[in-house]
T-cell receptor, first 109, second 113 residues
Framework: GQQVMQIPQYQHVQEGEDFTTYCNSS?????IQWYKQRPGGHPVFLIQ?????EVKKQKRLTFQFGEAKKNSSLHITATQTTDVGTYFC?????????FGKGTRLSVIA | DAGVTQSPTHLIKTRGQQVTLRCSPI?????VSWYQQVLGQGPQFIFQ???????GRGNFPDRFSARQFPNYSSELNVNALLLGDSALYLC????????????FGEGSRLTVL
């Protein structure tokens, strides 16, 4: 079945440093979504990408969908302590969303 | 507007028991999905219901069952609980059947002793 892999599993950064997490699917996706889960919380939707090569920005966050629609990345510029949490990608290929294992981001002030 | 509500928030069961978890979607949302999240892992898809019919099922044993009611609320049932069923059970609602943004509830944290 469809698998979605994320790297790295953990990332510790100093406040102000950049952060990137990568997502790869075993199959071509119709769309990819990104979610953030704060410690003790539930996943919260960030964005959805549907087009090959699509790039979307939300303030300091940049999301990219690969040309082959099998990979994606999330880049955070100048991290802040409020960015702490686990970032999940979730892909769909005409199937219910399949989540990756997430990248846990720690930000040291 | 109320978000997705789940109950109970926490519960403790012993092996072999049965549990029922409840979910009320956002008003107007017709699709409810259930996910299991084990500590340190991503949510794993269990079921999707749309318009009261099962539209998808993940790789979970038959001990797991669910249903959706005419008001679009949903229940997840797990029979013959195992220690490995201990997890956060997340309910997510969305407007349509085709995957769009999922709105998650706070979850029901199940501990099996």
């Amino acid at each position: 079945g469809q698998q979605v892999m994320q790297i790295p599993q953990y990332q510790h950064v100093q406040e102000g440093e950049d952060f990137t997490t990568y997502c790869n699917s075993s199959t071509t996706l119709s769309n990819i979504q990104w979610y953030k889960q704060r410690p003790g919380g539930h996943p919260v939707f960030l964005i959805q990408l549907v087009k090959s090569g699509e790039v979307k920005k939300q303030k300091r966050l940049t999301f990219q969908f690969g040309e082959a629609k099998k990979n994606s990345s999330l880049h955070i510029t100048a991290t802040q302590t409020t960015d702490v949490g686990t970032y999940f990608c979730a892909g769909s290929g005409n199937t219910p969303l399949v989540f990756g294992k997430g990248t846990r981001l720690s930000v040291i002030a | 507007d109320a978000g997705v509500t789940q109950s109970p928030t926490h519960l403790i069961k012993t092996r072999g028991q049965q549990v029922t978890l409840r979910c009320s979607p956002i008003s107007g949302h017709k699709s409810v999905s259930w996910y299991q999240q084990v500590l340190g892992q991503g949510p794993q898809f269990i079921f999707q219901y749309y318009e009261k019919e099962e539209r998808g099922r993940g790789n979970f044993p038959d001990r797991f069952s669910a249903r959706q009611f005419p008001n679009y609320s949903s229940e997840l049932n797990v029979n013959a609980l195992l220690l490995g069923d201990s997890a956060l059970y997340l309910c997510a609602s969305s407007f349509g059947q085709i995957t769009g943004e999922l709105f998650f509830g706070e979850g029901s944290r199940l501990t099996v002793l």
